[in-house]
């Protein structure tokens, strides 16, 4: 069976085509992840495939059983609404099963002729197998499993979608679509909006998931953890690479070495006939020169290679600071609630710091902290000695629109001929007549490349970058990599890129709930801690004991020692040995009230309802009880 296949796609938007002749087939089990630069027409591929917008010829042929799913990037929400009910009407179709279920076991108990009971026994056979292939008995904890993975509160499930903010908007928009389960689902950088728990949780749902999936994303370890295959769109084509991003870009570089070889091979053998038919044109080898000259015009000429060129990047030389770069002693910091409380740093010349963190964690209030732009609540902070400082500001705010981007580069009050800036500026990609545009007129990425010329400008020896990959692209990320790698002064940055902190970090700052942590080594280091801890909770404190140098510091604890308990005290296994109680006869309830038997007895099906609503309601009294005998209970 294929579900999807595409046939000699084209699309323009001006002379050039965007899609000249795309065709791919996308079947069962295939999870493929779609690149290429930006701006070469992912999301338009994307948008004719989920009938958004029209190609200007070619066929897309969609299996007649196939449910598609786009996920859209406009929120358009019913505005009365909650979040809770607004995710529930994903699953519209299902319900409206349900309801056909019971209506057709009511009609089957009331049927009298052979035809017709054989008839909706039939019909009422198909429907169960639907149901319980959609799990359609349980869609509340379908609900909170999806909203729980995209990190929505609880407290927010009754809140009115329109209050909500425009991430979060977002973040519905994908809960819908992984609650309805198409056939096929079509995600355009489904990550965004989503901090780095959130995303993994989304990598295990994907991964684990029926869907057959074509998907636009920057997020490297993302594509490695879903996709098995990668479709590489360029020049208005797309060409097929097994596997995912890691294997591409492997494989990649195999395919661009055979290519450079065959057209340089071709081209050298080009030039010497051309040479050969020029000094022979009108000579005694004129027969041999027109034979070679005939034999030229037939020849199939090789395409140059298909290689996508990533700009330069790099920084100039830092001037030598003090080794020690910056300290930061017991720093806190709170709003109406603690970000971060006790924290000691101490920065070494030539070393690079990642921040990592959920979504309102604290991450960017903590840079402003070190850089003086905010007041901590405590503690003090020390610059070393000849530390010069330039800011990576993710709302990139130096940059004003009117600005051309041949001046905008140049940082405040320092002098620079126009020509050094348009050679900085090229350095990151930007050239031409894109230096002389307003910044105004720039894409995301460029923008993105334009504030870090004016950061390299700055010849500063600390670069301080909050989410600086955000709107690059893989090739321009691996450009920033380099020249980052290549540096020589020091460097702190925020970034949700795992494979960019991996790649980059020697030091991490880890602000989650409750405590901070400081950890020497990249992302694959936190996450091997974080296995430890799993196996081993009882270890987890001290967590120096986990790396050669973490320190971990429980925030907060006057907190909890004011806090009232809800509940009565309860050791954790206890309720634990309870949930699971209450799990099993929830499962044997859903089991029971799934048989086919059961719906034809509607005083059965009630009962069966009214217990699961029990033992569900029993289940949140437990969760709740669990997590706050977890919090309290040390």
């Given at each position: 069976?294929?579900?999807?296949?595409?046939?000699?796609?084209?699309?323009?938007?001006?002379?050039?085509?965007?899609?000249?002749?795309?065709?791919?087939?996308?079947?069962?089990?295939?999870?493929?992840?779609?690149?290429?630069?930006?701006?070469?027409?992912?999301?338009?591929?994307?948008?004719?495939?989920?009938?958004?917008?029209?190609?200007?010829?070619?066929?897309?042929?969609?299996?007649?059983?196939?449910?598609?799913?786009?996920?859209?990037?406009?929120?358009?929400?019913?505005?009365?609404?909650?979040?809770?009910?607004?995710?529930?009407?994903?699953?519209?179709?299902?319900?409206?099963?349900?309801?056909?279920?019971?209506?057709?076991?009511?009609?089957?108990?009331?049927?009298?002729?052979?035809?017709?009971?054989?008839?909706?026994?039939?019909?009422?056979?198909?429907?169960?197998?639907?149901?319980?292939?959609?799990?359609?008995?349980?869609?509340?904890?379908?609900?909170?499993?999806?909203?729980?993975?995209?990190?929505?509160?609880?407290?927010?499930?009754?809140?009115?979608?329109?209050?909500?903010?425009?991430?979060?908007?977002?973040?519905?928009?994908?809960?819908?679509?992984?609650?309805?389960?198409?056939?096929?689902?079509?995600?355009?950088?489904?990550?965004?909006?989503?901090?780095?728990?959130?995303?993994?949780?989304?990598?295990?749902?994907?991964?684990?998931?029926?869907?057959?999936?074509?998907?636009?994303?920057?997020?490297?370890?993302?594509?490695?953890?879903?996709?098995?295959?990668?479709?590489?769109?360029?020049?208005?084509?797309?060409?097929?690479?097994?596997?995912?991003?890691?294997?591409?870009?492997?494989?990649?570089?195999?395919?661009?070495?055979?290519?450079?070889?065959?057209?340089?091979?071709?081209?050298?053998?080009?030039?010497?006939?051309?040479?050969?038919?020029?000094?022979?044109?009108?000579?005694?080898?004129?027969?041999?020169?027109?034979d070679r000259r005939k034999k030229l015009a037939r020849i199939e000429r090789v395409p140059p290679p298909r290689e996508i060129a990533a700009p330069p990047m790099a920084f100039p030389p830092a001037e030598r600071s003090g080794d020690i770069v910056l300290r930061a002693a017991r720093l806190c910091k709170a709003y109406d609630r603690l970000l971060f409380a006790e924290l000691d740093l101490q920065i070494e010349r030539g070393q690079r710091w990642g921040i990592l963190g959920p979504n309102g964690s604290g991450k960017t209030t903590l840079l402003r902290c070190l850089l003086g732009q905010v007041e901590p609540n405590e503690g003090s902070i020390t610059?070393?000695?000849?530390?010069?400082?330039?800011?990576?500001?993710?709302?990139?705010?130096?940059?004003?629109?009117?600005?051309?981007?041949?001046?905008?580069?140049?940082?405040?009050?320092?002098?620079?001929?126009?020509?050094?800036?348009?050679?900085?500026?090229?350095?990151?990609?930007?050239?031409?007549?894109?230096?002389?545009?307003?910044?105004?007129?720039?894409?995301?990425?460029?923008?993105?490349?334009?504030?870090?010329?004016?950061?390299?400008?700055?010849?500063?020896?600390?670069?301080?970058?909050?989410?600086?990959?955000?709107?690059?692209?893989?090739?321009?990320?691996?450009?920033?990599?380099?020249?980052?790698?290549?540096?020589?002064?020091?460097?702190?940055?925020?970034?949700?890129?795992?494979?960019?902190?991996?790649?980059?970090?020697?030091?991490?700052?880890?602000?989650?709930?409750?405590?901070?942590?400081?950890?020497?080594?990249?992302?694959?280091?936190?996450?091997?801690?974080?296995?430890?801890?799993?196996?081993?909770?009882?270890?987890?404190?001290?967590?120096?004991?986990?790396?050669?140098?973490?320190?971990?510091?429980?925030?907060?604890?006057?907190?909890?020692?004011?806090?009232?308990?809800?509940?009565?005290?309860?050791?954790?296994?206890?309720?634990?040995?309870?949930?699971?109680?209450?799990?099993?006869?929830?499962?044997?309830?859903?089991?029971?009230?799934?048989?086919?038997?059961?719906?034809?007895?509607?005083?059965?099906?009630?009962?069966?309802?009214?217990?699961?609503?029990?033992?569900?309601?029993?289940?949140?009294?437990?969760?709740?009880?669990?997590?706050?005998?977890?919090?309290?209970?040390?």
């Amino acid at each position: 069976m294929i579900h999807l296949s595409v046939t000699q796609l084209t699309k323009h938007f001006g002379p050039e085509p965007v899609l000249d002749g795309v065709a791919f087939e996308l079947r069962p089990g295939d999870r493929v992840g779609l690149v290429g630069p930006n701006g070469c027409g992912k999301t338009t591929l994307l948008r004719i495939l989920a009938g958004r917008e029209e190609a200007d010829s070619g066929r897309v042929e969609i299996h007649p059983t196939t449910r598609i799913g786009y996920l859209e990037q406009q929120p358009d929400f019913a505005p009365d609404r909650t979040l809770w009910q607004e995710a529930r009407s994903a699953l519209d179709e299902l319900i409206a099963l349900g309801h056909e279920a019971q209506a057709v076991a009511e009609a089957l108990s009331r049927a009298t002729d052979p035809t017709e009971h054989a008839r909706l026994a039939a019909r009422f056979d198909h429907l169960q197998q639907e149901l319980h292939q959609h799990d359609a008995y349980n869609l509340d904890h379908k609900i909170e499993r999806v909203l729980d993975g995209l990190r929505f509160a609880r407290a927010s499930f009754q809140q009115p979608v329109a209050s909500l903010s425009g991430g979060e908007q977002n973040r519905l928009l994908l809960a819908k679509l992984l609650l309805a389960e198409p056939d096929v689902m079509l995600l355009d950088e489904p990550s965004n909006h989503l901090d780095i728990e959130a995303t993994e949780w989304l990598e295990e749902y994907l991964a684990a998931g029926p869907a057959a999936l074509l998907l636009v994303s920057h997020d490297r370890y993302f594509l490695d953890k879903v996709t098995n295959r990668t479709l590489e769109l360029f020049h208005s084509t797309v060409q097929s690479y097994r596997g995912g991003f890691s294997a591409y870009w492997q494989q990649k570089d195999e395919r661009l070495e055979v290519q450079r070889r065959t057209y340089e091979r071709q081209q050298e053998e080009i030039a010497k006939a051309e040479d050969f038919i020029r000094r022979n044109a009108y000579g005694q080898k004129h027969t041999q020169a027109e034979d070679r000259r005939k034999k030229l015009a037939r020849i199939e000429r090789v395409p140059p290679p298909r290689e996508i060129a990533a700009p330069p990047m790099a920084f100039p030389p830092a001037e030598r600071s003090g080794d020690i770069v910056l300290r930061a002693a017991r720093l806190c910091k709170a709003y109406d609630r603690l970000l971060f409380a006790e924290l000691d740093l101490q920065i070494e010349r030539g070393q690079r710091w990642g921040i990592l963190g959920p979504n309102g964690s604290g991450k960017t209030t903590l840079l402003r902290c070190l850089l003086g732009q905010v007041e901590p609540n405590e503690g003090s902070i020390t610059l070393g000695q000849g530390v010069e400082i330039a800011y990576f500001d993710q709302q990139q705010a130096a940059l004003a629109d009117n600005d051309r981007v041949v001046d905008a580069v140049r940082p405040e009050g320092q002098l620079m001929e126009e020509q050094r800036r348009r050679d900085l500026l090229a350095r990151f990609g930007i050239t031409g007549d894109a230096a002389l545009q307003p910044v105004g007129r720039l894409s995301g990425g460029e923008r993105c490349r334009v504030a870090l010329a004016r950061l390299a400008a700055t010849e500063a020896n600390l670069l301080i970058l909050d989410e600086p990959t955000n709107h690059l692209d893989l090739w321009a990320r691996d450009a920033l990599e380099r020249a980052l790698d290549r540096f020589d002064g020091t460097v702190l940055f925020v970034s949700h890129d795992r494979f960019f902190v991996n790649r980059l970090a020697d030091h991490l700052i880890v602000v989650e709930s409750g405590r901070v942590r400081v950890i020497e080594g990249n992302y694959e280091t936190f996450q091997s801690l974080n296995r430890q801890a799993a196996d081993s909770p009882s270890e987890l404190e001290p967590a120096s004991c986990l790396a050669r140098r973490e320190t971990s510091r429980p925030v907060a604890n006057d907190e909890k020692k004011n806090k009232k308990r809800r509940f009565p005290y309860r050791k954790v296994e206890d309720i634990e040995a309870d949930i699971f109680e209450h799990e099993s006869r929830l499962a044997e309830l859903h089991d029971a009230l799934a048989q086919p038997d059961t719906h034809r007895d509607g005083q059965r099906v009630r009962q069966l309802k009214d217990d699961i609503a029990q033992q569900q309601s029993q289940l949140e009294t437990l969760y709740a009880h669990w997590e706050e005998a977890t919090e309290l209970n040390w």
